[in-house]
């Protein structure tokens, strides 16, 4: 399974966007249409790379628009960029999201007891290639960070792609604690620190910003999957704008352009 991107507009503007193509070169919703799984008998997750590291351009998938293309997110009318909060620079991960997953705004938590923040799961790939914006990956889940954004549960998936030359040696969170000291306490203050430049409070997390293994976490992403699968079957009381990604008219759109 193979996906490619196309760019429209200029990069670090208000109309920039990447949209996805299937192996047929059929538009597709990066949030919809590619499969959460990768291998669902290893337990191995698509992820889609809307961050590079070391990059700062605040880039998501745009869950709202027609075919969810990437786009970089807007407050008040400007581009949002992360600052460079000491010692780190841009993003310390490759930044993306596993597809076809939900974090419901309409569902408690009950070990955060907050709702979800209305976006697909976050990821943080830590293997040593850089990846490209929009690039579809391979990974393998380590362990999850339960962070608290602004009353929000959003959950910061630890992963590492299955093609990077060290994947064998990482099967669970303490293999990052062991073979990448530092990282995991970095990521901690990355997150609660990197709004703070904009005058926003640190953010707070849930376990007393420790970290949990893989299989709490591979749980967290199937209990979105299925707020996913509610969404796109309105099974929600949630408005029901994000299940909507293309009609008809927006296909034969797209296919003619």
């Not at 293997?127 to 549960?153: F, H, N, Q, W, Y």
Request: glycine share 4%; with cysteine; proline share 5%.
């Amino acid at each position: 399974m193979s996906f490619t991107v196309e760019e429209r507009g200029n990069p670090n503007s208000l109309s920039y966007r990447l949209f996805f193509k299937n192996a047929e070169g059929k538009y597709i919703s990066p949030f919809h249409d590619i499969p959460i799984y990768a291998d669902e008998s290893q337990n191995i997750f698509h992820m889609v790379v809307e961050v590079p590291r070391w990059t700062n351009a605040k880039m998501e998938i745009a869950t709202k628009d027609l075919l969810n293309p990437i786009k970089q997110d807007v407050k008040k009318g400007k581009l949002r960029y992360v600052a460079n909060v000491f010692p780190h620079k841009g993003y310390i991960w490759n930044y993306g999201a596993i597809p076809q997953t939900w974090e419901d705004p309409a569902h408690k938590d009950e070990d955060t007891d907050c709702c979800g923040d209305n976006d697909p799961i976050d990821v943080c790939e830590i293997g040593s290639k850089v990846c490209s914006r929009g690039e579809v990956i391979k990974v393998k889940v380590l362990g999850i960070l339960a962070m608290i954004d602004e009353g929000e549960t959003d959950w910061k998936v630890i992963a590492i792609n299955v093609e990077d030359p060290e994947a064998n040696n990482f099967n669970n969170i303490s293999d990052v604690q062991r073979l990448k000291p530092g990282y995991l306490e970095a990521t901690v203050d990355w997150f609660k620190r990197y709004k703070v430049p904009d005058g926003k409070p640190e953010n707070r997390f849930a376990f007393n910003e420790e970290f949990k293994d893989k299989d709490f976490a591979i749980q967290v992403i199937k209990s979105t999957h299925n707020f996913w699968k509610a969404l796109i079957s309105q099974q929600t009381n949630i408005h029901c704008e994000l299940c909507s990604p293309f009609t008809v008219d927006t296909w034969f759109y797209y296919e003619r352009k």
